[in-house]
């Protein structure tokens, strides 16, 4: 796991790579939950997230928006966090990455659809629990596959909007909420069945 720095819109951004990026491979960029309530890039679900792609051989790249960690800046409600993820994925292209995926747990999710329309075409998206029920999230039409995962007792999910999401394939995982609590293993094993 290489430590590093990625020049940001407000400053470097704190961020983790599994390994150096190479071309042909693919590359994840991870987008951490709600900064406010504590997310970064060390959030345990984004680490699940982490460990199911690492298993099928995507590389992933984590890195915290601005004012969190070592990240300078301070919350933006999503608008400069979508700005960060763009500098993000500049800089991982600028590396050779050529087949991104962009993932996204909860407000990471938010980031990842407001930031879509101005990225390259993306090989993948994997957003996970995206809070639906509580903050108004585009729900774009990708070109390439779209995988939502979600808790059946997730109060921040309206489960109705997964099943309405354009070209989405919607998992939904029985008996868990919006921080998949003791359901750890099926999270995992969603993810790694649906990009394996």
Known sequence: MENLFIQGPVGPLEAQLERPIDNGGSTAILCHPHPLYGGSMHDAVLGLVAQALADVGVNCLQFNFRGVGKSPGQFDNGSGEAQDLLAVIDWAQE???????LVGYSFGAHVVCQALPHTPEPARLLL???PTAVMDIPMPSPPCPLDLFAGADDEFVDQEALNRWPNA???VIPGTDHFFSASAGSLLEAIRRAVG
Not at 95 to 101: F, I, M, N
């Open 95 to 101: 590396q050779g990455a050529d087949a991104l995926w």
């Open 128 to 130: 996970v629990a995206p």
């Open 169 to 171: 394939c919607a998992h």
